[in-house]
């Protein structure tokens, strides 16, 4: 018999944020309305298995706004892209759809305001991931990246008395926390958003994993490997007293993993569709486990309106 845990624990909330589902709707709309080929810079979200459905209803990905055909349809990522790429897509004639997530946009808005007042803004984020390139074009002479809290301790600005701080929206929250913390004793005059950077789904889906995990042997998180905010899932997990696997779905699943676990804690990150968690509940049903029970920490209910392109052409079409 196949090892198999005697009871599922589904963290709640988990899966889909408002900004992956206006995303993806995005590219779906556009597809409608326009037809095919739609084409989409970088992966509209970090999922493999929503890119390759969308990818089999027409959508094209690229890497870049430059490899797109001069006239025709580019959606811009939930991750959001520098100004450059929308002068590039101006220049090339492209009808562009931006599904920046809005609280992408949020810490855009950030960077340039710092910019404009003359701070330095470290920016706490990864390198090389999306969202970080986008950000930092809004003002690359005026943002630092630092990613740990040994970077702190290398960090020499110009002026310390005119720094300002921002972050990724996916990352730790406890790790950011510790890192800003860290930042405010050597820099005591800095100044930061607001309100937090971290999006509201990166936050409640780790608070879930946090709360759960302390009852669960092993946590599977669904999610891609370039999903920042599933990868955190995984640490948070792990951090928390349990052994946990990043898997993009069901098949991904090993028996050792299995050996000796009774309970399982499942969850998906914020780009993963619900579908996965289902069929990986599905999996454990097939193998004899009975117990399946949602761990609900927080109700979530924020929802993104569709980018003003898409509603205008959606209003037109019912008209």
């Known amino acids: 018999m196949a090892p198999s845990p005697t009871k599922i624990l589904l963290a709640a909330p988990r899966g889909y944020c408002a900004g992956v589902d206006r995303a993806v709707q995005t590219v779906e709309h556009a597809l409608s309305l326009y037809g ?3 084409y989409v810079r970088k992966e509209i979200v970090h999922n493999k298995h929503v890119v390759e459905e ?8 690229v890497e870049e706004e ?4 001069k006239g025709a349809t580019v959606v811009f990522s939930a ?7 929308h002068e590039n897509a101006a220049a090339r004639n492209l009808f562009a759809i931006d599904a920046t997530c809005p609280l992408v946009t949020k810490v855009h808005v950030e960077a340039k305001k710092f910019a404009l007042e003359g701070y330095t803004i470290v920016l ?3 390198a090389g991931h999306e969202e970080v390139e986008g950000t930092m074009g809004e003002a690359p002479d005026h943002i630092v990246l630092i990613e740990t809290e040994e970077d702190v301790e290398r960090l020499e600005v110009e002026d310390p008395e005119k720094l300002a701080y921002i972050s990724q929206t996916t990352l730790s929250v406890d790790e950011t926390r510790a890192i800003i913390n860290k930042l405010r004793a050597k820099f005591p005059a800095m100044i930061g958003p607001r309100t937090d950077d971290i999006c509201y789904a990166t936050t409640n889906r780790q608070a879930a994993v946090k709360q ?7 946590v599977l998180v669904i999610g891609s490997r370039n999903s920042s905010n599933s990868n955190r899932l995984v640490e948070v997990a ?5 052994a946990s696997h990043l898997i993009d779905n069901s098949t991904q699943v090993l028996d050792e993993w299995l050996e000796g676990v009774g309970v399982l804690g499942i969850t998906s990150g914020a780009s ?3 579908g996965l968690v289902l069929d990986l509940v599905e999996f454990f049903r097939a193998r004899g486990t009975t117990q399946v029970e949602e761990f609900e920490v927080i109700k979530e209910d924020v929802r993104f309106m569709l980018p003003k392109t898409i509603r205008q052409a959606l209003a037109a079409q019912s008209a």
């Open 212 to 218: 759960m995990a302390v009852h669960c042997d092993l």
């Open 79 to 85: 991750h959001g892209v520098a100004p450059s790429v």
């Open 124 to 126: 706490i984020g990864h």
């Open 272 to 274: 993963a569709p619900e």
């Open 36 to 38: 095919a080929p739609v």
């Open 238 to 242: 792990r951090e928390h007293g349990a």
């Open 66 to 69: 430059t490899e797109v055909p």
């Open 54 to 61: 969308l990818r089999g209803r027409g959508a094209i990905f």
